[in-house]
């Protein structure tokens, strides 16, 4: 970093051990926030933020700011703009442009927005297009050791390779635009280990939704997560980045992997990664990072994944998890959790104590930031071999990005699901948020491989069981909710 060093004072000795998440934001302080007179040690720095995603939600309004307040663009090769929120995901999107409707709107005014700004841009049509955060961990654009803001939530996706990534508010992303630096608050750290191993038909979506289940919604709200242990190390990529994103659904602001040789194999060659002449010497930098044995956390939960099983959201809270094999839980007993507990069952149409697999559903959804890379295709694919969409289905399959789309096609996927009766669509959030035409109706249910579930998430009154894509590729041909473990074996 060529930022100056912080106060050495304020900076841990050199020698203790630090958690990764406090290696990067030491690399990143430009300038610790003084405390103010009585008050308690100030966490806030000014941090420098190296890399900046930009989609068609968030950001119209920073731009309008630049302009008011006639800023410019400090380093335009930081950040780049992709359409994902708003788009049709139709396969004649490109012919159906309507720059009348809001959709259509908002995805025209980005592009004026980066033209006049000069940002780098993957418009709709470019093979690269995708969600942002699928599309800028393929590019390369995320990597170990860097600072990564975005105008949206689900940022904490590119800790999986060891980032310090974070979701800002649009008023923020004026600032990112115009310094690359932000004033933020050094989050506490809650390491999460994982022990055992993850059985048959079990993935990094059901270590989630186990997580927030056991630990509630709120169990890791305004800290940096950092998720350890065999499990997560045997882990790809793609698994890595499932569980940094759902970090968000247990009120985390960050989710964190350790770089390890999977991560470095993972970044080499990509195109917006370092040179092969810089690469062993970035990866050298790389394998520094991984928090220091004896690195204090503030707080430490942990899950067993023996025995696990695939994992299905009840109600409308990612924490209203419960094993396929299960049934939907009674009422707690403090009165306010009740209250919600009734709530929450009225809103989905379902009742306590009635098997999980007994719900039926109306239209799958297979996709999103979360659950929308190749990986992920693979294991729905799998499932819909052979296998029809069960009656009264609709079930989509839309590719995070158009490089997973490709990559899928390259595999002969889309002939597995097209041929299944599921539809294969062009890439964006599609129906992980009714921002789009990929809608529920009202009173619809989904098997959906998305991270929430909140009342209209998915569309105005809109029921959503969130899983894994194996367990809604099951729900697609059964018709219901389904333990993937137990399908009969489709004949050869
Ligand atoms: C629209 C966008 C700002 C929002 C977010 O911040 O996460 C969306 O991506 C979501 O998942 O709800
Ligand atoms: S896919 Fe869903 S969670 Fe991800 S960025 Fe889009 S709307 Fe947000």
Redesign the pocket.
């Known amino acids: 970093m060529n930022s100056p060093k912080p106060d050495a004072a304020a900076a841990p000795a050199a020698t203790a051990p630090r958690t990764l998440y406090r290696k990067l934001w030491d690399s990143h302080v430009i300038a610790e926030v003084p405390s103010g007179e009585g008050e308690a040690e100030s966490r806030a720095a000014l941090i420098h933020v190296d890399r900046h995603l930009l989609?068609e939600?968030?950001t119209h309004q920073s731009f309008e700011a630049l302009r008011v307040n006639e800023r410019k663009v400090h380093r335009r090769e930081t950040h780049l703009a992709v359409p994902d929120?708003a788009v049709s995901t139709s396969l004649d999107r490109l012919e159906t442009i309507d720059t009348g409707n809001a959709a259509g709107a908002q995805v025209e005014r980005l592009a004026s927005n980066v033209a006049e700004f000069d940002i780098p841009y993957v418009p709709l049509d470019d093979a690269r297009q995708g969600i942002v955060h699928v599309m800028g961990p393929e590019l390369g654009f995320t990597l170990p050791g860097t600072t990564l803001a975005c105008?949206?939530?689900?940022t904490s996706t590119h800790g999986a390779f060891g980032a310090l990534a974070f979701?800002i508010g649009a008023s923020d992303c004026e600032t990112v635009l115009a310094t690359n630096a932000i004033v933020q608050q050094r989050a506490d750290t809650v390491k999460v280990e994982l022990s055992g191993a993850m059985g048959p038909f079990v993935t990094a979506k059901d270590v989630a939704l186990a997580l927030i289940g056991k630990y509630g919604a709120g169990f890791a709200t305004g800290c940096a997560v950092e998720f350890t242990g065999e499990a997560v190390r045997a882990m790809s990529m793609a698994a890595r980045m499932t569980l940094c994103n759902m970090a968000i659904e247990a009120g985390a602001r960050i989710g964190l992997v350790a770089p390890d040789e999977t991560t470095i194999e993972y970044l080499r060659g990509l195109p917006l990664a370092p040179s092969p002449a810089l690469f062993a010497q970035a990866a050298d930098y790389w394998r520094t990072l991984p928090s220091d044995p004896g690195a204090l956390y503030d707080r430490t939960v942990s899950l067993d994944l023996d025995g696990l099983a695939p994992q299905v959201t009840w109600g409308t809270n990612p924490q209203d998890a419960a094993p396929v094999d299960g049934t939907v839980p009674a009422a707690p007993v403090e009165a306010e959790a009740a209250r919600q507990h009734a709530k929450a069952l009225a809103y989905m149409g379902l009742e306590t104590g009635m098997a999980i697999e007994q719900i039926g559903v109306d239209v799958v959804f297979i996709g999103s930031c979360t659950n929308g890379r190749i990986e992920d295709l693979r294991a729905a694919a799998d499932v819909a071999r052979g296998r029809r969409v069960a009656q009264g289905v609709r079930a989509l399959v839309v590719p995070g990005s158009m490089a997973v789309r490709q990559q899928a096609e390259a595999e002969g996927l889309d002939a597995v699901f097209t041929e299944a009766g599921f539809e294969w669509r062009m890439a964006g959030?599609s129906m992980?948020?009714a921002?789009n035409d990929d809608r529920l109706g009202e009173g619809q249910r989904s098997a959906s491989t998305s991270?929430?579930n909140f009342e209209g998430r998915q569309g105005r009154g809109g029921r959503t069981h969130l899983m894994s894509p194996a367990m809604a590729a099951a729900a697609a041909v059964t018709g219901h909710v389904t333990d993937v473990r137990k399908l009969e074996e489709v004949p050869a």
């Open positions: 989609h939600c968030s929120h105008g949206d939530s689900h979701g959030c992980c948020v921002m991270n929430r």
